[in-house]
Each structure stands twice: as structure tokens, then as C-alpha cells.
Nanobody
Framework: QVQLAESGGGTVQSGGSLRLSCALS????????MGWFRQAPGKEREGIAT???????VYRDVVRGRFTISRDNAKNALSLQMNSLKPDDTAMYYC????????????????????WGQGTQVTVSS
């Protein structure tokens, strides 16, 4: 059974940085397209970054240039480096995994992902 566990959330001032990590257990991350999603109170969950098995990456416009997604296959982990954080980035952040036959999925659509972590809270104060 694949399990995902996020860490690294916290409270930071506007303009600050945080690095989120997601550990995958129960399988090897090299078989999965991976994504980071977030959900703010009263809003729908939105995909913000995704990376497939060939390291093709897509970002949502609002985070492009500030956030960096990466995968460490040796550690079976996914990361999200977040710089220049804004109060609007405040949300619960989730990592997700999708296994497709060739691992080439690149998607910010939540319904395309099968496995989800419990989330880590990020709060950005002004």
C-alpha cells in the first residue's frame, strides 16, 4: 500500500521561504507522476506543481518563478521549495501520486491522482 507523508510546513513571514518534503513508502517513486496541491479555507483544492518520471514539470501560474518542485529518487521523496511567500499562499499543502503505465502524466487535476498524504499547514503572515 502506497503511503505519502508530508513535512516541513509552518508559519513564516511574507517574503520568507519554506521547503516541503513528501516521503513515499510502499513502492518506488520512480513509477509515479507526483504533484503538490493546496487547499485554503473555503476554496477548492488546486494543483500547483507536478513532475513526471522524466522530470517534465508544470507549475500553476501563481507559483511559477517562486516555487520549485523536485524529486529525489534515491530517497524516494518529493520536495517543494517555496520562496517569496505571500499571505495568499496560506493553505494546507498535499502531495499526491499517480501511477500510469509509462509514468508520463503531467497534470494539475486532483482527480487524476490516486494516493494522497495527510497534508502540512503553511501559514504566511503579512
Amino acid at each position: 500500500q502506497v503511503q505519502l507523508a508530508e513535512s516541513g510546513g509552518g508559519t513564516v513571514q511574507s517574503g520568507g521561504s519554506l521547503r516541503l518534503s513528501c516521503a513515499l513508502s510502499g513502492d518506488t517513486i520512480t513509477r509515479y507522476s507526483m504533484g503538490w496541491f493546496r487547499q485554503a479555507p473555503g476554496k477548492e483544492r488546486e494543483g500547483i506543481a507536478t513532475i513526471n518520471v522524466r522530470d517534465v514539470i508544470v507549475y500553476r501560474d501563481v507559483v511559477r518563478g517562486r516555487f520549485t518542485i523536485s524529486r529525489d529518487n534515491a530517497k524516494n521523496a518529493l520536495s517543494l521549495q517555496m520562496n517569496s511567500l505571500k499571505p495568499d499562499d496560506t493553505a494546507m499543502y498535499y502531495c499526491a501520486a499517480a501511477r500510469t503505465p509509462e509514468g508520463l502524466l503531467v497534470s494539475l487535476i486532483a482527480e487524476e491522482y490516486t494516493y494522497w498524504g495527510q497534508g502540512t499547514q503553511v501559514t504566511v503572515s503579512s
